[in-house]
Nanobody, 124 residues
Framework: QVQLVESGGGSVQAGGSLILSCAAS????????MTWFRQAPGKEREWVASMYTGGRSTFYADSVKGRFTIYQDNAKDPVALQMNSLKPEDTAMYYC?????????????????WGQGTQVTVSS
């Protein structure tokens, strides 16, 4: 059973930066599609960014492109989300999700494994 544990959330002023981390354990079958979603109060869960741990390609929602970076330093390291130039509209609970494939990249239903979430609050 795959377990995902997020960390790094917090409160920051607009224009600031945060780094979220997602540590995965319990998966021994190869690579994973690692993705960050976010959900603001009263809104649907929204896809933010993805990467496949076996490759170099990364994918971003238009709302975060150029400000957020998803990366993994080494194969066994946590997947991180560097968030720069944060805006109040980035305020949300951020969730890490994983699946053996990236076939349904931006869809909540495309992920078998989920973390508990970490809160990000951006004040104006």
């Amino acid at each position: 059973q795959v377990q995902l544990v997020e960390s790094g959330g917090g409160s920051v002023q607009a224009g600031g930066s945060l780094i979220l981390s997602c540590a995965a354990s319990g998966y021994t079958y190869g690579n994973l599609c690692m993705t960050w979603f976010r959900q603001a109060p009263g809104k649907e869960r929204e896809w933010v960014a993805s990467m496949y741990t076996g490759g170099r390609s990364t994918f971003y929602a238009d709302s975060v492109k150029g400000r957020f970076t998803i990366y993994q330093d080494n194969a066994k390291d946590p997947v991180a989300l560097q968030m720069n130039s944060l805006k109040p509209e980035d305020t949300a609970m951020y969730y890490c999700a994983a699946d053996p494939t990236c076939v349904r990249l931006g869809l909540v239903a495309g992920y078998k494994y989920w973390g508990q979430g970490t809160q990000v609050t951006v004040s104006s």
